[in-house]
């Protein structure tokens, strides 16, 4: 059977003391819901809470329930630890209690990067799409979009990228300038509450029959002896 464990009855005229218990907080991403802050006193009377870093979190009261969150703009760190302090201030029964302090770390999810793409780069172009996603955690996008760069620019180059489509999401053109290996490298930069990605396409191009686009080759003209002509008169 569970024991219950009576509030201490305060002598008249004395005030009796009392104790916080305050639950560790461990850690948590920054894109989650409110971490609820479950400390109790001894005495049963209400706590009240507190942080010493107000730049980086924020307490907050809903549904007779306290809860920690980020502050935002968030600050940009891979990881923030937040401090809170719990508090219960007594009163004519009971004596404040010793604040008891805990600590939250805020940490970034970790990310990739997805892509697609329409075909073997041409030199008319196709289209790649890429975007980021989280790995762990709750599943989320970023409007911080993917950059993407040729990482073989005498082969194939990547232009005109921009979203085009609620659709597809952020698309850019690849277009061949010469045979050989096309590697196009796709950065996700980050952003307040996800960790950087990258990932790279890496596809052979064989279709150009001409020099590389840009190569500024050589070329000679031929242009053959005219035969004389001879205009007889009647």
Do not use: H
Not at 84 to 105: M, R
Not at 172 to 177: F, Q
Request: glycine share 8%.
């Amino acid at each position: 059977f569970p024991v219950t464990i009576p509030t201490p009855t305060p002598t008249p005229g004395v005030k009796s003391p009392q104790t916080i218990t305050f639950p560790a907080l461990g850690s948590r991403f920054f894109n989650e819901s409110g971490t609820e802050l479950k400390a109790t006193a001894s005495s049963k009377l209400a706590v009240t809470y507190s942080t010493s870093t107000p730049k980086l979190c924020q307490i907050l009261y809903t549904n007779s329930k306290y809860y920690v969150q980020p502050q935002y703009p968030l600050s940009g760190g891979d990881n923030v630890q937040c401090a809170i302090v719990a508090n219960q201030a007594g009163n004519a029964s009971f004596d404040a209690a010793l604040p008891i302090a805990q600590t939250l770390t805020f940490i970034k999810q970790a990310t990739k990067v997805n892509y697609r793409f329409t075909g073997t780069p041409t030199e008319s172009g196709v289209y790649i799409y890429a975007s980021s996603v989280t790995t762990n955690g709750i599943a989320l996008g970023s409007t911080t979009p993917v950059v993407m760069s040729s990482l073989t620019l005498s082969v194939c180059n990547v232009t005109d990228v921009d979203v085009y489509d609620t659709v597809n999401g952020l698309r850019g053109t690849v277009r061949a300038k010469s045979d050989g290996t096309c590697s196009i490298k796709l950065d996700f930069p980050g952003d307040g509450g996800q960790l950087p990605s990258t990932a790279t396409w890496t596809t052979s191009v064989t279709t150009v029959t001409g020099p590389a686009v840009g190569s500024n080759t050589p070329q000679s003209i031929t242009f053959p002896p005219l035969s004389p002509n001879i205009v007889t008169g009647k």
